[in-house]
């Protein structure tokens, strides 16, 4: 078994995370694979400290940055017949994370897990993002893309077969895509509600508006990639255009300093991003057309 980390210029949380796998409860026998991605602080020493005091780790180097090579270069790193699991160099995985989402891959199963905010993040920051505490499996019946990158596990042999993270996917939706095509593939995700991962968000209004952009045009452009599942929601202009309008005139009574109104132009970034999405999407069959 092994955990990968994908790490660019993590000093300020890696050793954190790595505090936190050093102290796992009833976990089987791990070890941790930290990929640099171009580190240019000290990333390298915080995992060779580790090392030195024992700990069962050692580094792969991706130069390329991309969030998905990393976690490629660091899932090719395993032995054969390894079970991966996946967390953020930022992130603080609970301390039986490893023994309740391991316990959830199978040969024909993926694992994922809740993200939690409360503690690695202050209530400024948390009501920026919408106020939640947890982020859990979305209702009893998902379009089961969930998965996220910073708490997911799956078998090396899941990873081959799929031929790994798509490298043409950034920013957003970059795992999303990998479990699309898992569930096209006949793979079924296996929810581990203990496996709890606590999330680090960002602390600046400008930066999760940037994200919800981002975010939302990903979800418009993966809607219409090979292996969208049926159960997932399709995206057109005019219900996304009435949502940005509904969520900017509701902003514009909420003032931004409390957090309705954050999570409202949070809304409103998110659908102009879908807006974005789909325009591509458009131009590209045009292309294709031509």
């Given at each position: 078994?092994?955990?990968?980390?994908?790490?660019?210029?993590?000093?300020?949380?890696?050793?954190?995370?790595?505090?936190?796998?050093?102290?796992?409860?009833?976990?089987?026998?791990?070890?941790?694979?930290?990929?640099?991605?171009?580190?240019?602080?000290?990333?390298?020493?915080?995992?060779?400290?580790?090392?030195?005091?024992?700990?069962?780790?050692?580094?792969?180097?991706?130069?390329?940055?991309?969030?998905?090579?990393?976690?490629?270069?660091?899932?090719?790193?395993?032995?054969?017949?390894?079970?991966?699991?996946?967390?953020?160099?930022?992130?603080?995985?609970?301390?039986?994370?490893?023994?309740?989402?391991?316990?959830?891959v199978s040969t024909k199963t993926w694992g994922a897990g809740p993200l939690e905010f409360a503690r690695l993040n202050s209530p400024r920051t948390r009501s920026l993002w919408g106020g939640a505490d947890v982020m859990?499996?979305?209702?009893?019946?998902?379009?089961?893309?969930?998965?996220?990158?910073?708490?997911?596990?799956?078998?090396?042999?899941?990873?081959?077969?799929?031929?790994?993270?798509?490298?043409?996917?950034?920013?957003?939706?970059?795992?999303?895509?990998?479990?699309?095509?898992?569930?096209?593939?006949?793979?079924?995700?296996?929810?581990?509600?203990?496996?709890?991962?606590?999330?680090?968000?960002?602390?600046?209004?400008?930066?999760?508006?940037?994200?919800?952009?981002?975010?939302?045009?990903?979800?418009?452009?993966?809607?219409?990639?090979?292996?969208?599942?049926?159960?997932?929601?399709?995206?057109?202009?005019?219900?996304?255009?009435?949502?940005?309008?509904?969520?900017?005139?509701?902003?514009?009574?909420?003032?931004?300093?409390?957090?309705?109104?954050?999570?409202?132009?949070?809304?409103?970034?998110?659908?102009?991003?879908?807006?974005?999405?789909?325009?591509?999407?458009?131009?590209?069959?045009?292309?294709?057309?031509?």
């Open positions: 078994m092994s955990v990968v980390i994908p790490a660019l210029n993590a000093a300020g949380t890696l050793a954190e995370q790595l505090a936190a796998l050093r102290e796992q409860v009833g976990a089987p026998a791990f070890t941790t694979i930290v990929v640099d991605n171009g580190s240019t602080d000290s990333t390298l020493a915080i995992v060779h400290s580790f090392a030195d005091a024992g700990m069962d780790i050692r580094v792969v180097n991706e130069p390329v940055r991309g969030i998905n090579r990393a976690r490629n270069a660091g899932v090719a790193a395993t032995p054969d017949g390894s079970v991966v699991l996946i967390c953020d160099a930022d992130d603080v995985v609970s301390t039986a994370w490893v023994a309740e989402l391991s316990a959830t859990d499996l979305p209702g009893p019946t998902p379009f089961r893309d969930t998965g996220h990158g910073s708490n997911c596990g799956f078998t090396k042999s899941m990873w081959s077969e799929l031929g790994g993270f798509a490298l043409d996917v950034v920013g957003h939706g970059d795992e999303t895509e990998f479990f699309h095509r898992a569930w096209g593939a006949g793979f079924r995700l296996q929810w581990a509600p203990e496996a709890i991962v606590h999330h680090r968000q960002r602390d600046s209004a400008t930066e999760m508006l940037k994200r919800r952009y981002k975010q939302g045009a990903a979800q418009a452009r993966l809607a219409n990639r090979p292996g969208y599942p049926a159960e997932a929601p399709r995206y057109r202009l005019g219900g996304v255009l009435k949502s940005a309008l509904v969520a900017g005139a509701r902003a514009v009574v909420s003032p931004v300093t409390r957090a309705p109104g954050w999570t409202l132009l949070g809304t409103v970034a998110l659908n102009a991003g879908r807006c974005r999405g789909l325009a591509t999407r458009q131009a590209l069959r045009g292309e294709v057309a031509k």
